[in-house]
């Protein structure tokens, strides 16, 4: 051993502990992107009033939005502990590279998108309940009520636009962090034994 300095730990391979908790932070980001993009948006569209629906999103998505996005940097931060730069092979880089873009991204959406939308949305629901909407079921049940408040409140019309612009950049986002923990999956179901 001497001349190799001191054995730092990523000389060895991750303990069961942290293999789990690497795959706890990757399933509970998994599982809260499913849940919240497929299922329970569609379910509270369907169910709820567009205030009501609006209101549970923006207390619920901070939330959602900035558990990802720490579940996110703790998997890169375990991951790159176990994975010295200088020993990486090339699945290895593009799994950090992967880790990397998701804490970004989530980051991101966290701090800027996702908090945005929910500030534009509360401005909307404040100029909608003056003209009494917003109680409606469904975001597509009474849409020719709020072309015409489009119409004629220019401010109505620019928070629209920019809550448009918003949520989608903040979809997109989230659809980048899907797609980056999916292939996290894939890698972590190719590497049980290691990580």
């Not at 569209?45 to 703790?74: E, V």
Request: contains cysteine; aromatic residues 14%; negative net charge.
């Amino acid at each position: 051993m001497s001349g190799q300095g001191v054995i730092m730990p990523t000389d060895r391979e991750p303990t069961v502990t942290v293999k789990l908790l690497h795959l706890i932070f990757l399933s509970t980001f998994w599982g809260m992107q499913i849940w919240v993009t497929f299922i329970s948006g569609f379910v509270m569209d369907n169910n709820l009033n567009r205030h009501t629906f609006g209101f549970i999103q923006s207390r619920l998505f901070p939330f959602y939005l900035h558990i990802g996005s720490a579940c996110a940097f703790f998997n890169l931060t375990i991951f790159a502990m176990y994975h010295p730069r200088d020993l990486l092979d090339e699945k290895e880089t593009f799994q950090i590279v992967i880790f990397f873009t998701c804490v970004m991204v989530a980051a991101i959406n966290a701090q800027w998108f996702g908090q945005m939308t929910s500030e534009i949305m509360a401005d909307m629901h404040l100029i909608e309940q003056a003209c009494g909407l917003g109680q409606d079921i469904g975001l597509s049940s009474n849409r020719e009520a709020y072309a015409k408040l489009c119409e004629t409140d220019p401010k109505y019309k620019k928070l629209s636009s920019r809550l448009w612009h918003y949520n989608l950049l903040s979809s997109l986002c989230n659809l980048c962090c899907i797609i980056c923990n999916g292939y996290s999956l894939y890698y972590v179901a190719q590497n049980l034994s290691t990580l």
